[in-house]
């Protein structure tokens, strides 16, 4: 079957298979059988992820695989019982993903049913063109039949397949300087001299042709593919036919019901603006530490948004033939490009604050950096983390699934404890706020992390319930400036108790308690918390008749005076 082979093999197709494989005189670097008879190490399985597919990339295989239920010495079928349940072999396909590259996974777990047992096949995908795939940050390989580190020659090779052939950099044979936006070459000009203000006399007397050829957007005066996407004529996208150069923005309520769109094209530099101007970027209150006057900011820090629609047009893979979405919701907004993330971990790029080594679109990245539409690589992303953090918003989100980048950024305050820490503890370091981002948004923690976190002082709980701990609530004044805002969250509170009633007409105290308990001041314990909502439906029935209990004292049934 070879390269032809897919995650919707029949039985018959993954049995003649698994026979083929089984008929082999020696396992090969692209698949492996394990008893596994009950159950299997999950880092132990992690590591062979990595291993078969770094050298199905290798060997050029489009995938590899991983067999239990069968013999290694005669193959024999033993039957497995690892993972019996459906959901729990599902389930493995994200578990996986948390610690690999990109959130690479299996392509499909398969189970058959043979005369001697249950036999379990992952089929594991290649790494992808110039990616290695870590487990935990460890590239892995195979020696032989052994379990082995990665050389470097071999991680060297796998990065080399994806700096072979830049698409970006191809000329287009038929296109002409006409075929170019004058409009688009005025503002790349403009936008060169700004990034190279020591050139400007000597750029003001380039002719069109060698303005582009400095700027690294044409090669000798012909018309690259890197020219057509960020300076052609809106028809001209036709000469990268199949490839799409286009940005979708669509505006989504807050039931994530669709209510506007626009779609750009060519030229990418001007359609920029377009889109941002699109953007609704609303002004965000909230209390400033120290005050009782609320702060007022922008939902999105202007360079955020721009930096990461330009990082979408930057390196996305346009032979996917897909374009790029900018989703904007209530209260964040949603980048989205084809291409898997080259440098592998966001956190190596705003930690390690060390440039990529190799690009998707080289030619692309290098005339957007010339035309100020991009920071070096690495650099625009640390701002943006920095910016979040400056708001004391949460930190951009990167989800690296499915050979996509999605990047998600949040224009509120999510978690006021967060916020408050970031406010007063000043000496964080971005790895430290990056993993208490992680605990405000509910998100899995390391080993490693939740250890430095705990040293710290900064968390509290147990797996997988941890919290900001409690001691930095106190050491940020939390109690102060609870006294200070309890006025106005009184006020939030009973608009909540109402809308509620609203949409319910008649509602329990203990439905009250469920809208509001978990969201009262950490600064109060839970007996507290329900005197506080005894006290808002006494403040609301008697001082403000906004609602009346219906019911008895001892099961109250509160509805909205009208």
Request: hydrophobic residues 40%; positive net charge.
């Amino acid at each position: 079957m070879g390269g032809n082979e897919t995650l919707h093999m029949t039985e018959k197709e993954l049995k003649l298979k698994l026979n083929e494989l089984r008929r082999h005189p020696a396992e090969t670097e692209v698949f492996e059988f394990k008893e596994a008879t009950f159950n299997y190490d999950f880092n132990k399985l992690g590591k062979y992820f990595s291993a078969l597919s770094n050298e199905a990339n290798l060997k050029g295989t489009p995938h590899a695989w991983l067999i239990f239920g069968i013999k290694d010495k005669d193959r024999a079928v033993v039957g497995s019982l690892y993972r019996q349940k459906r959901k729990d072999l599902d389930n493995l396909k994200g578990e996986i993903a948390n610690k690999t590259t990109n959130q690479i996974t299996f392509i499909e777990i398969h189970e058959i049913l043979m005369p001697e047992g249950r036999v379990v096949m992952f089929q594991i995908p290649a790494a992808p063109k110039g990616i290695p795939i870590a487990f935990e940050g460890h590239y892995y390989g195979r020696n032989g039949e052994e379990l082995s580190p990665l050389n470097l020659e071999e991680i060297e090779r796998i990065r080399a397949k994806g700096v072979l052939e830049d698409w970006s950099a191809a000329i287009v044979r038929e296109a002409t300087l006409n075929d170019l936006d004058e409009e688009a070459i005025l503002r790349a000009r403009i936008n060169y001299i700004s990034k190279f203000p020591d050139k400007a006399i000597e750029a003001a007397q380039w002719d069109v042709i060698t303005f582009l050829n400095k700027a690294k957007v044409t090669r000798k005066g012909r018309i690259t593919r890197t020219a057509i996407i960020l300076l052609g004529k809106s028809e001209s996208e036709e000469l990268l036919s199949p490839a799409n150069a286009k940005i979708r923005w669509i505006l989504k309520d807050a039931e994530g019901k669709e209510r506007d769109d626009l779609i750009e094209s060519c030229p990418l530099l001007l359609a920029v603006d377009r889109i941002y101007t699109k953007i609704r970027n609303l002004k965000y209150r909230y209390m400033k530490e120290g005050t009782l006057f609320p702060d007022e900011v922008d939902q999105y820090e202007p360079f955020i948004i721009r930096e990461a629609i330009n990082n979408c047009i930057a390196h996305q893979d346009y032979t996917k033939g897909g374009r790029i979405n900018v989703v904007e919701m209530e209260d964040q907004l949603i980048f989205t490009n084809y291409g898997s993330f080259i440098p592998g971990s966001v956190e190596d790029v705003v930690i390690g604050d060390a440039p990529e080594e190799h690009y998707r679109n080289e030619f692309l990245a290098t005339a957007m950096f010339n035309l100020k539409m991009v920071d070096t690589v690495g650099g625009g992303i640390k701002k943006m983390f920095n910016y979040q953090r400056a708001r004391f918003f949460p930190m951009p989100e990167y989800d690296l699934s499915g050979l996509k980048v999605k990047v998600t950024v949040i224009g509120k305050v999510l978690d006021m404890d967060f916020a408050r820490t970031l406010a007063k503890k000043r000496d964080l370091l971005l790895d430290e706020i990056i993993m208490l981002d992680k605990v405000q948004k509910k998100k899995n923690l390391s080993d490693t992390e939740i250890k430095h976190l705990r040293t710290k002082g900064l968390i509290e709980g147990r797996r997988p319930n941890f919290h900001i701990s409690s001691d930095i609530a106190s050491r940020t004044n939390l109690k102060a400036d609870y006294i200070k805002t309890r006025g106005l969250k009184d006020d939030h509170f009973k608009k909540m108790i109402l809308k509620l009633l609203d949409k319910f007409k008649q509602v329990s105290k203990e439905d009250i308690d469920k809208l509001l308990l978990d969201i009262l001041p950490n600064v109060l314990d839970e007996k507290q918390r329900k005197n506080k909502i005894r006290n808002l439906l006494h403040a609301m029935s008697k001082k403000d008749k906004t609602i009346i209990n219906q019911g008895s004292n001892r099961c109250p049934k509160w509805v909205q005076v009208r």
